[in-house]
Structures are given as structure tokens and as C-alpha cells.
């Protein structure tokens, strides 16, 4: 564990700081776009996405968000906190086109968390943070600030480039969608990820909350699988590269322990391609963390998926104290 007190940093002369507002977003997604295509060649993170970070419940951009502009005005860094799931556990959001401001906005960011873990009674937090490899500059700087590889994720995406057959529902299981069984599957996602750190949704009314919040999500996108009359597996869909990519996204997919075995998720993944390639998308997107447990990535390799993003994630442990 690394200690709590974080040395002031100060910025180039002609910057100026202020709270992201939700009219940032386009601003925000012109930096990612730029650090993106500089570093991996490729457009970064959907506007959709960014504004729905913006908006997310429990997130207060005056308290828990910072942006640097230079003498022009320009947005050149910004950096966010955000509790994550349930746990004691805070993800940092954070794009600089400078070492002074990655390191001015990674203290700001580190030091609200540690506060908010305080207020919240935790002795103790993780603080984590997404790195393309690439980015050596900002790399130098978050290990400056004592934090260290915990895992990596990777994007997987498979393209639609022929007609998608729906598979056959598994014999003895039925399939429901929709609101009503939004807490059959929140239940479903807790304990197939329990255990996994940082991966446990927020508890039910919040976790509702978030997914009303978000303009890239509808309640038709969630799907539960039942077998013998008990829930078992569910997955959750999004809209979050369409606007981006032409693309679907599987956000989460879970099966219980019990159930596993039986091809439920390859049936529930499946079915999301069909449903894409059906509905025009050029393909069908998702994120799998490389420490999970299950042969997740396995499965995804197995059905044609393909690495195309590799994002390491570094944290810390913040004393409170």
C-alpha cells in the first residue's frame, strides 16, 4: 500500500483550470480523437459515451472532473473520478497532450478519491486507470504516482460482412427481454463477477439509475435466459459504438456457475451477432478483462471475435487515513 498525501503540481504558465460541464463533450471527443489516432491510428471513444460519462449518476462534474486549457483556450487535458461498482474501488479518466497536465490532473483526480473513499468509510481504496501502451509519457507519470500493472483489457470486435443465422435456443431454456427482467439479470451479473475486483455492479436502484441515464442504452438491449424456471444467464447490449462504428456492443454477459457448460453464452453472444448483422451493423464490438476467471476469451476467439485494442489498467491502494 502507498501512502495518501499527494505533492502540489503546478502547470504551465497561460493554463487554466475549471470543472468539465456536459457541453465539453465535444471538445472532449476531439482530444481523445487526436491522442487516439496519434498513438494507435484509429478514432477513440464514441461522443455518446463521453456524454454519458458526463451525466452518469453519483457523478458530480464540479467535484469530480477537471479541465486544462491553454493561453488560446483550447482543451489540452481533462481528468475525471468515478466510483466503480459496489466496492471500495475508483476508476480514473484521464487524456493529456502534456506531461505538466497529465500530472496536475492525475494529483487532482487521485486526491478527490481519496477523499470520496473518507466520506464513504473505506480505510482504504483502489484507484485505477486505462492505459493505451503506447502512451509512454503519460506511463512515465502514473508510476511516478506509485501505481503498478493490475491487468489488461482487450476490445474484441467481429465483423458482419455476410448474413448472421440466429442460433437454435438451447432445448429446456427460455428467453425473456426487457425492464422486466432487469433484476433477474442485475442479480445474475452480481454473482458471476463476484469476486472479480471492480467488476461488481452497483447495487439494483442505482444501477437502473445509470442505465436510464444513458442515451446509448434501452431496456429492450437486456436479455435473461431461464432454465427449469430459474434465471441463469443473462447479457446486457448497448448503442455505444452505432454512431461511431456501425457497430453493436455487448457490454456485459453473465452465466451462474451452475449453468455453465451448456452453451448459454455462446447462444447469447450469437444471437447478439444475428441481431447486428440483421439490423445493419457492420459489426459487433465488447471488452474482456484478461484476468477473468471464466475462458471468456476463449469463448469470444472461438466464435471469430478479434483483438483490435489492447488497454492496460494500472492502480494504486490510497490509505484514507
Request: proline share 4%; aromatic share 6%.
Amino acid at each position: 500500500m502507498v501512502g495518501s498525501s499527494f505533492a502540489a503540481v503546478t502547470l504551465a504558465a497561460g493554463s487554466s483550470t475549471r470543472p468539465l460541464h456536459l457541453d465539453d463533450a465535444e471538445d472532449m471527443a476531439d482530444l481523445i480523437s487526436a491522442y487516439s489516432l496519434r498513438l494507435i491510428g484509429s478514432v477513440g471513444r464514441p461522443l455518446a459515451n463521453i456524454a454519458n460519462q458526463l451525466r452518469a449518476p453519483g457523478f458530480d462534474p464540479d467535484l469530480d472532473s477537471w479541465a486544462v486549457h491553454d493561453e488560446a483556450g483550447r482543451l489540452i487535458g481533462y481528468s475525471t473520478t468515478s466510483k466503480q461498482g459496489s466496492g471500495d474501488r475508483f476508476n480514473l479518466d484521464l487524456v493529456a497532450e502534456t506531461r505538466e497536465a497529465a500530472n496536475w490532473l492525475l494529483s487532482k483526480a487521485m486526491t478527490r478519491s481519496e477523499q470520496l473513499g473518507r466520506e464513504q468509510g473505506h480505510a482504504e481504496i483502489t484507484v485505477g486507470l486505462g492505459l493505451l501502451r503506447a502512451d509512454q509519457t503519460l506511463l512515465e507519470v502514473i508510476t511516478e504516482h506509485g501505481m503498478t500493472q493490475s491487468t489488461t483489457f482487450q476490445r474484441l470486435r467481429i465483423d458482419h460482412n455476410d448474413p448472421v443465422t440466429a442460433p437454435t435456443l438451447p432445448a429446456g431454456v427460455a428467453q425473456s427481454a426487457g425492464k422486466e427482467v432487469s433484476r433477474a439479470a442485475h442479480q445474475i451479473m452480481v454473482e458471476t463477477f463476484e469476486g472479480q475486483d471492480g467488476a461488481t455492479p452497483l447495487p439494483y436502484d442505482e444501477w437502473v439509475a445509470s442505465r436510464e441515464k444513458r442515451t446509448t442504452f434501452d431496456w429492450s438491449l437486456l436479455t435473461v435466459l431461464e432454465l427449469d424456471g430459474l434465471a441463469v444467464a443473462a447479457l446486457e447490449c448497448g448503442d455505444d459504438f452505432l454512431a461511431s462504428d456501425n457497430c453493436g456492443y455487448v457490454a456485459r454477459i453473465g452465466v451462474l456457475p451452475e449453468a455453465r457448460g451448456r452453451g448459454l453464452a455462446r447462444y447469447l453472444l450469437q444471437n447478439a451477432f444475428a441481431i447486428d448483422a440483421a439490423a445493419g451493423r457492420a459489426g459487433t464490438i465488447l471488452h474482456v478483462d484478461s484476468a477473468n476467471p471464466t475462458p471468456a476469451l476463449g469463448l469470444y476467439l472461438g466464435v471469430g471475435m478479434r483483438s483490435i485494442l489492447v488497454i492496460d489498467v494500472w492502480s494504486r491502494v490510497v490509505s484514507t487515513g
